[in-house]
T-cell receptor
Framework: GAVVSQHPSWVICKSGTSVKIECRSL??????MFWYRQFPKQSLMLMAT?????????EQGVEKDKFLINHASLTLSTLTVTSAHPEDSSFYIC??????????????FGSGTRLTVV | SQQGEEDPQALSIQEGENATMNCSYK?????LQWYRQNSGRGLVHLIL?????REKHSGRLRVTLDTSKKSSSLLITASRAADTASYFC??????????FGSGTRLSIRP
């Protein structure tokens, strides 16, 4: 149980275009999902907390107009990188935790999306 | 932002040996979690230890937590080649989100 599916696993796009990444909880409901960004050989940096039915909460330094997050249902959150530039190239990972749990359950992560902007 | 540091940044050991990784954090926590990441992949949850626990075991994994020192350690016993990966600690608070440490890259030599 507790499977998170992330799609696509990799994408190459041209500068100036937008890319949407999907994160789905397959067998549980998740009011809250999280989006991380990871550069090579570095740790995961939390970008934003996605809240179902309300606005996402962005971490300091993350441009909300650049990284649009939509959490329209209890099982789906999307991250759209708008007007992508080469510096946006990175590994993006989502995670979620079943609603049934409180603060003492582990999180399930998607398999990540490798974004390359050319 | 990152919660803290992991030590060492990289560790290379012989298969069969034990591997110990340390994690320090800065703020108060509800729990601390350890994750494994194989290269270019997502993260796999290994173990969670609550703030009122001092030690926890799961198979070949042993985790300790010292809240007075704001530190935790992960011990992998009898290491195997398949244990080669990056390991991250992550702290959970009442704010729900978890913040990751800097990670340790573990290499197991056959």
């Amino acid at each position: 149980g507790a499977v998170v599916s992330q799609h696509p696993s990799w994408v190459i796009c041209k500068s100036g275009t937008s890319v949407k990444i999907e994160c789905r909880s397959l067998d549980f409901q998740a009011t809250t999902m999280f989006w991380y960004r990871q550069f090579p050989k570095q740790s995961l940096m939390l970008m934003a907390t996605s809240n179902e039915g309300s606005k996402a909460t962005y971490e300091q330094g993350v441009e909300k107009d650049k990284f649009l997050i939509n959490h329209a249902s209890l099982t789906l959150s999307t991250l759209t990188v708008t007007s992508a530039h080469p510096e946006d190239s990175s590994f993006y990972i989502c995670s979620a935790r079943p609603d049934r749990g409180k603060v003492n359950y582990g999180y399930t992560f998607g398999s990540g999306t490798r974004l390359t902007v050319v | 932002s990152q919660q803290g540091e992991e030590d060492p940044q990289a560790l290379s050991i012989q298969e069969g040996e034990n591997a110990t990784m340390n994690c320090s954090y800065k703020t108060s926590i509800n729990n601390l979690q350890w994750y494994r990441q194989n290269s270019g992949r997502g993260l796999v949850h290994l173990i969670l230890i609550r703030s009122n626990e001092r030690e926890k075991h799961s198979g070949r994994l042993r985790v300790t937590l010292d809240t007075s020192k704001k530190s935790s350690s992960l011990l992998i016993t009898a290491s195997r080649a398949a244990d080669t990966a990056s390991y991250f600690c992550a702290t959970g608070s009442s704010a729900s989100k978890i913040i990751f440490g800097s990670g340790t890259r573990l290499s197991i030599r056959p």
